[in-house]
């Protein structure tokens, strides 16, 4: 392994740094251990406390509850995907009465905290249902981050592109339409599914409006058996197989589609969830 | 509008909330992430595997389920009974915002080039010569971008503190909200100290750029 932090180690090296590799292991597992035992003492262990897990009709609630999860996760990108799409053009417009409104909107929102978004669209003047307060809040978040993600892929558009279209004497919108959107979108598509993960991630805040989804599910299953640590290991668990899922098709993506040319997905995002990079600085 | 006014010092308390909030969990996610990055870029294959098993199962975790293991489950197993709530949201934020801090930080180190570190042995720096005057410094020029997106969203983060009972500025958002046409100015008002935080580490970044880029 080559590093820019140190050097190939030698023999004695070599020789220490497996002393702390038995050392540094053998103290983690007995942690890991200590831990499973003080679960085990406190009888988190016991089967009244996971039994909702094994029981078809619980089973099939968590499932609702996700296949819900997807669905606005879904529906809210495919808003954002138009809505981005919109502003991140409208950003690049030539006319200044499209580019300042595009830009207020996507720094609005971009640094707004998505759960006083939907907090906002819940209870304020709107009182939007709770599913769709929820998904409106992803999609004005996430469309404001496809909005810059837009930006960028129709700037990474090669400039010869560009000015080989005007001298074959397309117009303005041609150019935007025919050329340059098209290149735009491949250059996309990776970023737009690592968006997925972010809204799929975001629809948990769903809880605080009780919209359908896996959270709410999960509230209502440790009401009932007093299982919450169980219940949100659970979750966790159906979260992370599903964005590790997302992770494995946005490489694929990026591998088919971009090649080692570098994904456009990290200036924008850093993935956390109702993020956003410093305005300003892109 | 008028509802906010009158009460100004409740919503002045629930900015300076909002601002612990994200001083505390911001130290403490930089201090551990950077232990993590360290352990992920370092020569111990254990420490590399425990860190990136970290990153991986954290951060694909939503941040709300990180809140309910702190707030709802830990007390189940006699944790965090008599912790404060703010310190309570510190530990729940800092343990999901120093999985990003982590990547971001590797990112850094990554991005010096191989030859700067061979190049500085082969002049005959010392390992610590070559760390402090050559690798440390060019990480650090490129570490601040991400970091500072990485704090900027947990700023915004720290909301999540109110569906558990913090009355920080999303909390009190919701308790001044009341169906009224008043809940737009009231949404604005609040939504712009948000911005407030967010462009204070939005320029601090920007000016340590431009400071770290003239020394170059």
Redesign the interface.
Known sequence: MSTVLFDTPGPRTRARHRLYTILTGVGLVALLAWFVWYLYEHGEFAYELWEPFVTPEYVEALWQGLLDTLAMAVLAILFAVVAGFLLGVGKLSEHRLLRWPSWLVVEFFRAVPLLLLIIFLRFGPLSLSPYWSVVVGLMLYNGAVLAEITRAGVLAVPRGQVEAAYALGMRKTQVMLAIQLPQAVKVMIPAIISQCIVALKDTSLGFYVLAPGLTTVGRSIWIEFGNQLQTALVLSAIYIVCNLILTAVAMWAQRRLVGERKPIVHPVDPGMGQGGPAPGSS | MDDLLDQRDLVLQAFWLTIQLAVLSGVCSLAFGTVLAAMR???????RG?ATTYV??V???????MF??VF???P???WFVGTPFLLKGVIAVSV??SA?IC??VRSG??A???G??EAA?AIGLT?GQT?TSI?LPQAFRAVV??V???L???T??T??A??FGLME??GR??YF?????D??AI?LT??VL??VL??L??AG??GLERRWRAAR
């Open positions: 870029v370092g020569p111990i294959s254990v420490l425990a991986t199962l951060r694909n975790t939503p941040l709300l389920l309910v293991f709802v489950a830990a189940n197993i006699g999901y915002t990003f990547e971001a180190v990554n010096v080039p191989l700067q570190a042995r390992f760390m690798v971008p991400p500072a997106s990485v900027i969203a947990m915004k983060n909301s999540i109110a569906v500025l999303t958002m919701r909200t009341n169906n009224s046409a809940d737009t949404f609040f939504a948000y911005i967010v462009e580490i939005s970044a920007i």
